[in-house]
């Protein structure tokens, strides 16, 4: 295994060090000034990829991960949570700095100071062995999987509800090879639904736990997939959680999106109605409705493609008391929505804005547009276009995942 020295953390979660041949190594396991030995977990023509198997020498910032399977969910276990909020702070600064974008002056990195048992919603895999079915997870940089009781990330619901599933699957004698995931969330109630994802197109009934407010189990094609149904096969119970966001109620369901890290997406929520704020605002990749319905002062325009988060938004529209239009559809696709009268609210997937969203907004300058992202790579291309009519106004990181590398930050632009 050969030694390198790591120079830095990078966007993404890894250390990068140069290997003697001269060829970049991004490296899991590794933090800014350590010499590590590397065990290669991947090679292409430009870069390798490892896992730091050995720690030669180590930085003061290193601190003793609390799970094994910690490369696996959450890497950045091995820091401080000072030294993880840092390094978020200058992977934002740099990707911002390298193209030349001036942001506005921003304070350290946004969280509530809680580190673990904060996650709402965790898939599982499934394992089994001599001793029978357990819950796992996929290793890092392997085909393999690790045997897990639970996630120390996870609200303790979660993990509650995923053993109490486990159990009965276990009475049942189900095989592990017949299963794919469950995916499990909760609200800050503590209330749990899930979904169970099974190759068979026929599955034993199993019995709802009292760990579980409600339970659906799909059919997955074996060739898709963990966690893409593909036809419902049962349910049981009541699969609806409810949350308050800024005093507002929100409906969802087991299926449809919803924030992972509630107390810390009310703190951008807050951001956002102070900074962002309108009589009326178009909500694009609207999910359920949270960030629109929260902000609104008067009317709303929810765009969102997803059906089962769709008909999320209209529950949570019929209380809202803001005069609300849903609209199933791909933002790119209903582009006559983004309007110089209204306020633009982004909230895309990590592949950010597509590009005639991005010439819309620039053809008929809405006044104000919010772009909340959980990519600031992309985040950072898309405000490039923008700058050309739009000056940034305010600007936050917020940290939404304690423990990982992943980082979302809020830009509020102003039309110039």
Request: proline content about 4%.
């Amino acid at each position: 295994m050969e030694e390198v020295k790591i120079e830095k953390l990078v966007h993404g979660g890894q250390g990068l060090g140069t290997l003697a041949s001269g060829q970049k190594v991004f490296v899991w396991n590794a933090l800014p000034s350590e010499t590590v030995k590397l065990r290669i977990i991947k090679k292409k023509h430009s870069y390798i990829e490892a896992i730091a198997e050995e720690i030669i020498v180590s930085s003061s910032e290193r601190i003793e991960p609390q799970e094994e399977n910690y490369l696996a969910t959450s890497p950045w276990q091995i820091m401080t949570f000072e030294a993880e909020n840092k390094y978020k702070k200058e992977i934002v600064t740099e990707l911002f700095a390298h193209e030349k974008i001036n942001i506005a002056e921003y304070n350290n990195v946004v969280h509530d100071g809680r580190q673990w048992q904060y996650r709402n919603k965790m898939e599982y895999s499934f394992w089994g062995d001599d001793n029978g079915l357990h819950l796992a997870l996929h290793r890092r940089g392997t085909h393999g999987k690790q045997i897990v009781t639970g996630s120390k990330l996870a609200l303790p619901a979660i993990d509650a509800a995923a053993n109490a599933v486990l159990s009965e699957l276990q009475n049942l004698q189900i095989r592990a090879g017949d299963l794919k995931a469950i995916i499990v969330r909760c609200n800050q109630n503590g209330e749990a639904v899930a979904s169970l994802f099974v190759k068979p197109e026929k599955f034993p009934r199993i019995r709802l736990p009292k760990a579980l407010k409600g339970l659906r189990v799909y059919h997955s094609n074996p060739k898709s997939p963990a966690s893409v149904p593909t036809k419902l096969l049962y349910e049981l119970g009541e699969v609806l959680l409810q949350d308050i966001l800024l005093d507002k109620k929100f409906v969802y369901d087991v299926d449809s999106f919803f924030q992972v890290n509630i107390p810390v997406f009310e703190k951008a929520l807050s951001s956002i109605r102070i900074h962002g704020a309108d009589v009326a605002i178009t909500d694009m990749y609207a999910g359920t409705g949270s960030i629109g319905l929260s902000v609104a002062e008067k009317s709303v325009d929810l765009i969102e493609l997803d059906p089962t988060s769709a008909k999320m938004a209209n529950e949570n529209a019929r209380g809202s008391g803001l005069d609300v239009k849903v609209i199933e559809a791909s933002t790119e696709k209903v582009l006559e929505y983004i309007t110089s009268e209204t306020t633009i609210v982004f909230d895309p997937p990590r592949a950010g804005l597509h590009a005639k969203v991005v010439d819309r907004v620039l053809e008929v300058l809405p006044h104000k547009v919010v772009y909340l992202s959980c990519n600031p790579a992309t985040q950072a291309r898309d405000l490039i276009k923008l700058q050309e009519k739009y000056t940034i106004k305010h600007f936050e990181i917020f940290n939404f995942f304690p423990r990982t590398p992943h980082i979302e930050t809020l830009a509020v632009l102003h039309r110039k």
